[in-house]
């Protein structure tokens, strides 16, 4: 086995500079997973709260997606010729999803990101759009349009093509959008119902509710980012179920296979249907799209996740954060702010000084657990356990960040 150290300075050696933040007691480096636990290449064993930025929601190295690799895989031909696997996981997702709506699947998150603005924009041409401030919707170049942080967009703002009006996230901001919206020709609004990155931020039902309001009412399509919320961890499918409300267009990705790289973008049939009847090319199409491989451990992993009845396991596991949060909330009122959840997806919001840096480092490094960073400053921890977490687990994780906040 290789050792970190040795590692780090091949990766530091190879690897475009600004990609890995590497110091003299971080990053530890992974060698594998299983379930919740992780290993490093030191032999040290962790126990997992951040589902890997939402994507392993099932656990890793699930012994379906080994079953499935043991029956051999081959690749896809995308746009060219269907595989079975991909129409199966197609006509899965439209149940899911609902009726009404269509689809067309991509890999990345900023692929579906994309997928839905330009389904947007074939049913409402403008280069104006709305979005809101914390938002993160991926890095390439239209997601990137509206995504907020200027720590992603600084050196490439000349690039960007969309004209993005950010908007707090906040119920209080609907009358300016209202205002926005009479006096602009605006082609979409794109929102995440619970903001990941900006430090779980969950958006008030009203807020959302208004917004589809203003969607209907100004006829232009309301994009629900659900690629950090969807396939379960709100306790439901998506978030638009959760908050019952049906957005015209919903970009996923992360959980839905829970392994492999699987997004995707379902819109309104009025909207999706747009794109015209193919004339044998798609004009918005990627090498792996539908990759059969992937569909098909994505179709085992929706029906792992059925199986395993996540609605109640999930509330069951909301209520255990929230019990042992609040708790200690109520211990370090002077270093804990907020405490904030949906489902399986907390944020606990730090006082400054307290960096969740700091906090998510410490965690790693003393008590072998791993949650993440998070926050425009940096101001909360993200802890996001697996579905298949167990109570005794849940427990240790918050005695451990208890021993953790002692400290600071
Ligand atoms: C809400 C949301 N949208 C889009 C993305 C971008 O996804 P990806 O990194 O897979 O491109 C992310 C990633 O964190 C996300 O959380």
Same mark, same amino acid.
């Given at each position: 086995?290789?050792?970190?150290?040795?590692?780090?300075?091949?990766?530091?050696?190879?690897?475009?500079?600004?990609?890995?933040?590497?110091?003299?007691?971080?990053?530890?480096?992974?060698?594998?997973?299983?379930?919740?636990?992780?290993?490093?290449?030191?032999?040290?064993?962790?126990?997992?709260?951040?589902?890997?930025?939402?994507?392993?929601?099932?656990?890793?190295?699930?012994?379906?997606?080994?079953?499935?690799? +043991?029956?051999?895989?081959?690749?896809?031909?995308?746009?060219?010729?269907?595989?079975?696997?991909?129409?199966?996981?197609?006509?899965?997702?439209?149940?899911?999803?609902?009726?009404?709506?269509?689809?067309?699947?991509?890999?990345?998150?900023?692929?579906?990101?994309?997928?839905?603005?330009?389904?947007?924009?074939?049913?409402?041409? %403008?280069?104006?759009?709305?979005?809101?401030?914390?938002?993160?919707?991926?890095?390439?170049?239209?997601?990137?349009?509206?995504?907020?942080?200027?720590?992603?967009?600084?050196?490439?703002?000349?690039?960007?093509?969309?004209?993005?009006?950010?908007?707090?996230?906040?119920?209080?901001?609907?009358?300016?959008?209202?205002?926005?919206?009479?006096?602009?020709?605006?082609?979409?609004?794109?929102?995440?119902?619970?903001?990941?990155?900006?430090?779980?931020?969950?958006?008030?039902?009203?807020?959302?509710?208004?917004?589809?309001?203003?969607?209907?009412?100004?006829?232009?399509?309301?994009?629900?980012?659900?690629?950090?919320?969807?396939?379960?961890?709100?306790?439901?499918?998506?978030?638009?179920?959760?908050?019952?409300? +049906?957005?015209?267009?919903?970009?996923?990705? &992360?959980?839905? %296979?829970?392994?492999?790289?699987?997004?995707?973008?379902?819109?309104?049939? #009025?909207?999706?249907?747009?794109?015209?009847?193919?004339?044998?090319?798609?004009?918005?199409?990627?090498?792996?799209?539908?990759?059969?491989?992937?569909?098909?451990?994505?179709?085992?992993?929706?029906?792992?996740? +059925?199986?395993?009845?996540?609605?109640?396991?999930?509330?069951?596991?909301?209520?255990?954060?929230?019990?042992?949060?609040?708790?200690?909330?109520?211990?370090?009122?002077? &270093?804990?702010?907020?405490? #904030?959840?949906?489902?399986?997806?907390?944020?606990?919001?730090?006082?400054?000084?307290?960096?969740?840096?700091?906090?998510? &480092?410490?965690?790693?490094? +003393?008590?072998?657990?791993?949650?993440?960073?998070?926050?425009?400053?940096?101001?909360?921890?993200?802890?996001?356990?697996?579905?298949?977490?167990?109570?005794?687990?849940?427990?240790?994780?918050?005695?451990?960040?208890?021993?953790?906040?002692?400290?600071?």
């Amino acid at each position: 086995m290789i050792l970190r150290e040795e590692l780090l300075k091949i990766l530091k050696s190879v690897e475009e500079p600004d990609f890995t933040f590497v110091e003299k007691d971080f990053p530890p480096v992974f060698t594998g997973a299983e379930g919740i636990k992780v290993y490093d290449s030191e032999g040290n064993e962790y126990l997992d709260f951040s589902s890997f930025f939402g994507v392993s929601f099932t656990g890793h190295s699930q012994s379906f997606v080994k079953e499935e690799a +043991e029956k051999g895989f081959y690749h896809g031909l995308g746009d060219l010729i269907p595989s079975e696997e991909k129409i199966l996981l197609m006509k899965k997702l439209s149940e899911i999803i609902g009726k009404g709506y269509r689809g067309v699947l991509s890999q990345n998150g900023s692929d579906a990101v994309e997928a839905c603005l330009r389904s947007a924009f074939l049913y409402k041409w %403008s280069k104006k759009i709305i979005a809101f401030q914390g938002a993160y919707h991926g890095t390439s170049l239209g997601a990137l349009s509206v995504t907020y942080s200027n720590k992603f967009r600084n050196r490439f703002e000349k690039l960007l093509p969309f004209e993005t009006k950010f908007f707090q996230y906040s119920v209080n901001s609907i009358p300016e959008i209202k205002d926005f919206l009479k006096n602009n020709g605006v082609s979409a609004i794109i929102i995440e119902p619970v903001q990941g990155r900006a430090g779980i931020r969950i958006a008030e039902k009203e807020f959302l509710l208004s917004l589809k309001k203003l969607s209907d009412e100004f006829d232009l399509p309301l994009i629900f980012d659900e690629v950090f919320t969807g396939f379960g961890k709100t306790g439901e499918y998506f978030a638009k179920d959760y908050f019952g409300i +049906e957005p015209d267009l919903i970009a996923f990705g &992360k959980a839905l %296979s829970g392994a492999f790289p699987l997004s995707g973008c379902f819109g309104k049939e #009025r909207i999706m249907n747009l794109w015209g009847k193919s004339k044998g090319e798609a004009s918005f199409t990627f090498t792996f799209s539908g990759n059969p491989f992937f569909s098909r451990v994505a179709l085992r992993n929706l029906e792992f996740l +059925e199986k395993l009845n996540f609605r109640k396991k999930v509330r069951e596991i909301e209520s255990l954060m929230k019990k042992g949060l609040s708790g200690l909330k109520n211990k370090y009122k002077n &270093k804990i702010k907020e405490v #904030r959840g949906i489902g399986v997806i907390w944020g606990i919001e730090l006082y400054h000084p307290i960096d969740s840096f700091i906090v998510f &480092k410490k965690l790693l490094n +003393e008590e072998r657990i791993i949650t993440l960073p998070s926050g425009e400053n940096g101001e909360t921890l993200e802890v996001l356990p697996s579905v298949i977490v167990e109570e005794k687990e849940i427990k240790k994780f918050i005695n451990s960040l208890e021993k953790i906040l002692e400290t600071l």
